[in-house]
């Protein structure tokens, strides 16, 4: 039977019209973040409420002028419109792709810029972005502080969090506390660190802050990365350990933090990585193909941003890998699971999958 060849979304010179757009967009995307009615915009971008969705949430919102992408850590916002320049036009002019293509041209043509050489510019600014993180010295272990009691009596075990060098980094700014774990890529070097807030949250602002603290309008989130220019789109957090495991079992099982991948490592799940939040991108699931992963496993917190998440790294993966998702199973968050629930809910699906490790 002779196969009706897809027609294409757009013509060639179409094409040419909205890559060129888009790239040139990038390329002036401070100036597009004022037209759209930014205004406290700094060299690393933009955090505020999500504008999107018109949530009220001061730190919901992030801009980032190093990577060219938005999200939206409330509703999701950037994963129905895209995280782009492009998405977030879409998401707040309530547009269509082309209409969104259109007013980026027009806010350019207003300032009387040269499209083409912008696209140029923009493209190259892009393609830097794929350029690896920076590795950081064992030697900034050294500095951390053996003193990890804000998460006794988590789920996981103190000699776990040791084992993955975990430590308290003490500013001497109490707000400033935080229990860093350090992101290492494949081959085991530092790359970055996420860190966890040593305080609990506010009630007044929903930041991590100690009591008595003036409250901040953002900054002090309950995670947060280092350094600034940290890609985190590169990296899994993990893979140093788990990829062994992965080529082993050809499966993966992929949650959202740190303390999931701690508690997993426990029970057994040793080709367990984090995605470091809920977006699992194409970089990370080549490396994840490149590590011999077939049946990719999502186990993400058991609320809605975990569960539509699930669903978007499904519709990414495409037929890439076979797919199985223990997102919801129980209702908890990976790191917070029980021996019990490990047992009776967890590891015979592991099992019936083939995607437990034997040592």
């Known amino acids: 039977m002779r196969t009706m060849k897809k027609k294409p979304l757009y013509s060639d010179v179409e094409s040419d019209r909205v890559r060129k757009i888009k790239h040139a967009a990038v390329a002036v995307d401070t100036l597009i973040l004022k037209s759209l009615g930014f205004e406290n915009i700094n060299t690393n971008g933009v955090q505020q409420s999500c504008p999107v969705h018109g949530g009220d949430r001061p730190d919901a919102f992030c801009y980032n002028t ?17 995280n782009d320049i492009v998405g977030l036009v879409m998401g707040m002019k309530d547009v269509s792709f082309l209409e969104a293509i259109s ?31 920076k590795t950081i010295d064992e030697n900034k272990l050294l500095n951390l502080v053996n003193n990890l009691d804000s998460i ?20 001497g700014q109490d707000y400033d506390r ?9 081959g085991g070097e530092i790359v970055g660190f996420t860190g966890r807030s040593d305080f609990s949250k506010c009630n007044s602002c929903n ?16 995670w947060k990365i ?35 991948v701690w508690r997993l490592w426990e029970l057994g799940v040793k080709n367990c990585i984090a995605c470091l939040g809920t977006n699992l991108n194409k970089h990370q699931l080549k490396t994840l193909k490149d590590s011999g992963c077939i049946n990719l496993i999502t186990f993400f917190d058991s609320d809605i941003s975990g569960k539509s998440a ?8 495409g037929d890439e890998f076979k ?21 009776e809910y967890i590891k015979p699906r592991l099992l019936e999958w083939s995607a437990l490790p034997n040592e």
């Open 103 to 133: 007013w980026l041209e027009d806010i350019i043509n207003q300032e009387k810029l040269d499209i083409v050489s912008l696209s140029a510019k923009g493209e190259h600014n892009t393609t830097n972005t794929q350029s690896p993180n």
């Open 323 to 343: 797919f199985k998702d223990l997102t919801g199973v129980v209702d908890c968050d990976p790191g917070d699971i029980t021996d019990n629930q490990y047992t």
């Open 152 to 171: 006794k009596g988590r789920s996981f075990s103190l000699d776990t969090a040791e084992f993955f060098n975990a430590g308290l980094c003490d500013t």
């Open 178 to 186: 935080r229990i860093m774990v350090p992101i290492r890529n494949a």
């Open 66 to 82: 190093d990577k060219n992408i938005w999200s939206c850590f409330s509703h999701r916002c950037h994963e129905q419109h895209g």
């Open 226 to 260: 280092y350094p600034r220019a940290f890609k985190k789109h590169l990296e899994l957090y993990n893979i140093d350990k788990a990829k062994e495991f992965i080529f082993k079992t050809n499966a993966a099982v992929v949650v959202e933090g740190a303390f999931d």
């Open 207 to 222: 930041q991590y802050h100690r009591d008595g603290f003036s409250c901040p309008t953002h900054g002090y989130p309950k």
């Open 310 to 317: 699930s669903k978007s790294v499904i519709k990414k993966g």
